[in-house]
């Protein structure tokens, strides 16, 4: 007799540094469903899927594959048996092609040569039946974030898994990706394969989901049928309490003009073309487009990260030059970058460095050595006042969740005391209660007098936290409006001003 469940995970426990990340968690899969699995940052989602991977090691509990006990002693160990898992941080040979990455240990061979015709014409007939339209010959340090993704989803596709974790996998996606992702699981759920699909979006979980497990603190909250559960009730099984404003009450005020952007041009492609636009003190300033729009290549032009063609930055009227981040720090800026594994963290140094580190130069003494008591206490009030979820200071970044490594670099940010603060994609991956904490520390940031340009691809996000949104179209500027004024449907329209055809082309 077939049994009932794909997967079964059984009273699963794991501990780092003596503190308790899962508690007899279970968990089980159907054949042919998307199971997803939910939890504010920290919950233990990763922690148990990367046990079931074979990344960690549990402290106890079982799991079974189609009713057969399994521990899966590396990544490998699991993919030859049938589990893939795509990681919400990309973990890919950016130097090498497509092909390369997803044929990576196990190429074809003929002849004791690897079969390179072979990995070609496999990977151009995964591509067709998935609907991905890339050169598999393409470097992946060529392709964009959402490419990239769309890569390593093709990739744990063609191990033929019977289940495949997705954790974050849309976070980087535009709407007609995350429909193509859709149609893939579909299609994949129609072979009988289960997914296990880790997502904050709670849009996504009512679209794709069958049934939904919650995790709080590493517990196992419950699992239901998405059928009879609604927003609400999900926040409440997440949070342990009602979230009855999705968004904070706007108490900033913008002030008077304190950043000017004039004629701003980008030498390298992807460009941006002469942008124009004022920031004020004490405004958040939203920034909206389509992937590939130069939302990100603007602020790493204000920044000092990307080379200018043009233009000037006035700061009170005074012109500035950020030509490098090192600069732009002194000039009283912050960067928060869109992928933190890449560019934001330190990941084999511990939350020490990560959190101090943009503004080393404060905690040296007269004879230029490092103080570590000011480290220390500098540290342990940001891991207070950003509610980080770490055993201790000295735990290393990469051990944290997603969401609170985002939320150690933010506190770095706020460490160099900045008066402009760049954030790009500030809540990726973060769950909805700590959404909610971040939108707070923005809007009381502004509300202090900093200046806030913030980046995101979620819609009701700009329209709920900023006060003004910039709405970018294949690297020009196309519009400014008033968040409490526009609709969606307008910054859409704004937002393919710059195409030709629906798709982007080059100027």
Known sequence: MQNEFMLQIK????????????????????PGTVHTLMGENGAGKSTLMKCLFGIYLQ??????????????TDPKHALE???????????????????????????????????????????????????????????????????RQMVEIAKAVSYNAKIIVLDEPTSSLTENEVNLLFDIIRVLKTNGVG??????????????????TVLRDGTYIGTE?????????????????DLEERFPPKENIPGDVHMSVRNLSTRYAPKVYDVNFDLRKGEILGVAGLVGAGRTEMLEALFGNRTKLSGEIMIDGTVIANTSPQKAIQNRFALLTEERRETGIYPVADITFNSTIANISAYRNKSGFLVDRKMRTDTDLQIKNMRIKTPHRREKI????????????????LLTNPDILLLDEPTRGIDVGAKFEIYQLIINLAKSGKSVIMVSSEMPELLGVTNRILVMSNGHLSGIVESEKTTQAEIFTLATKYLKNNKEVEV
């Not at 990469?398 to 506190?411: E, P």
């Open 11 to 30: 009273d699963v426990c794991k501990s780092f540094s003596g503190v308790q990340v899962l508690n007899d968690v279970s968990l089980n899969v159907r």
């Open 59 to 72: 402290d106890s509990g079982e799991f079974f594959l189609e009713g057969r006990p399994y521990n899966f």
């Open 81 to 147: 048996n049938g589990v893939s898992m795509v990681h919400q941080e990309l973990n890919q040979v950016t130097k090498r092609t497509i092909i390369d990455n997803i044929w990576l240990g196990r190429y074809p061979k003929k002849r004791g040569f690897v079969d390179e015709k072979k990995m070609h014409v496999d990977t151009i007939d995964l591509f067709s039946r998935l609907n991905i339209h890339l050169d598999p010959k393409t470097r992946l340090d060529k392709l964009s974030v959402s490419q």
């Open 195 to 212: 997914i296990v699909y880790i997502s904050h979006k709670m849009d996504e979980i009512f679209a794709i989901s069958d049934e939904v």
């Open 225 to 241: 049928s998405i059928k009879t559960l609604t927003m609400e009730r999900i926040i409440n099984m997440m949070v342990g309490r």
């Open 398 to 413: 990469r051990a944290l969740s997603g969401g609170n490594q985002q939320k150690v670099i933010i506190g770095r940010w």
